[in-house]
């Protein structure tokens, strides 16, 4: 009898749309040179793929692993669904997972992995603890680990504790990569919603600096007038070059 990895191996590729693969790739960007370079997918949409882990929930920790270890990136999805679930399955389990997680996040190494998992498991962990290892994520030369530290805040913001989101933003406002733009606008959006007079006090702290597409995220919850006036902040000329 095949054990429960090969099975959900078997669910996921009894599930496959070879014919989705081609645009999957283009959407993730896996082309050489592209931040997903070199993923593999099988073509399992996500809902297809939630429940094949809903059938197999309760998966040891140690065979999560071994799916997350995967080349194909829906085995990896499916072991991140299944590692929040057993991080929310108790308290028993949560130093865990949330360790093993963070010992593994080379293997997270796509947004939707990260935004799938990180609030529920990071996020979740540091509601009562001291959110070091957040600034330890931001200041990673890995991509990834910067998207967790950021996007691992919205658990923190859904508590109402927003200090976290805007240190780590302004921490990250000089990241060269979009994907962190668009992260660090799209939290700091959901921290506006919270207390809207804080989120304009940090962009008109910091717009001259932030990157456009970070200002955009951030704002487009704001009246029109408001989105205006942030916008019209003036941003400093580049010197040309020599």
């Known amino acids: 009898?095949?054990?429960?990895?090969?099975?959900?191996?078997?669910?996921?590729?009894?599930?496959?749309?070879?014919?989705?693969?081609?645009?999957?790739?283009?959407?993730?960007?896996?082309?050489?040179?592209e931040y997903?370079?070199?993923?593999?997918?099988?073509?399992?949409?996500?809902?297809?793929?939630?429940?094949i882990a809903q059938r197999h929930r309760g998966l040891p920790l140690a065979d999560c692993l071994r799916l997350l270890q995967s080349e194909i990136h829906e085995e990896r999805l499916v072991a991140l669904v299944l590692m929040v679930d057993l991080f929310e399955?108790?308290?028993?389990?949560?130093?865990?997972?949330?360790?093993?997680?963070?010992?593994?996040?080379?293997?997270?190494?796509?947004?939707?992995?990260?935004?799938?998992?990180c609030p529920r498991i990071v996020g979740a962990h540091l509601l009562e603890r001291p959110r070091d290892p957040l600034y330890r994520l931001a200041a990673s030369p890995s991509l990834w680990d910067r998207r967790i530290a950021i996007?691992?805040?919205?658990?923190?913001?859904?508590?109402?504790?927003?200090?976290?989101?805007?240190?780590?933003?302004?921490?990250?406002?000089?990241?060269?990569?979009?994907?962190?733009?668009?992260?660090?606008?799209?939290?700091?959006?959901?921290?506006g919603k919270r207390d809207t007079d804080r989120l304009v006090g940090f962009v008109e702290d910091h717009a001259a600096a932030m990157p456009r597409t970070m200002l955009r995220y951030a704002i487009e919850r704001l009246d029109a007038d408001t989105r205006a006036r942030l916008m019209a902040i003036p941003r400093p000329r580049l010197r040309p070059p020599r």
């Open 1 to 33: 009898m095949a054990d429960d990895v090969s099975a959900i191996r078997e669910e996921l590729r009894d599930a496959a749309e070879p014919d989705r693969v081609p645009g999957l790739q283009r959407f993730f960007r896996t082309g050489p040179g």
């Open 36 to 51: 997903g370079e070199g993923d593999v997918f099988i073509g399992v949409r996500v809902p297809a793929c939630r429940r």
């Open 89 to 117: 399955s108790g308290p028993e389990n949560r130093q865990e997972v949330y360790d093993a997680y963070l010992a593994n996040t080379r293997s997270i190494d796509n947004w939707d992995l990260v935004d799938v998992s």
């Open 151 to 191: 996007v691992s805040t919205q658990m923190l913001i859904r508590a109402g504790e927003l200090d976290d989101t805007y240190a780590l933003a302004e921490r990250l406002l000089e990241d060269r990569h979009d994907l962190i733009h668009k992260a660090c606008g799209w939290m700091l959006r959901e921290a």
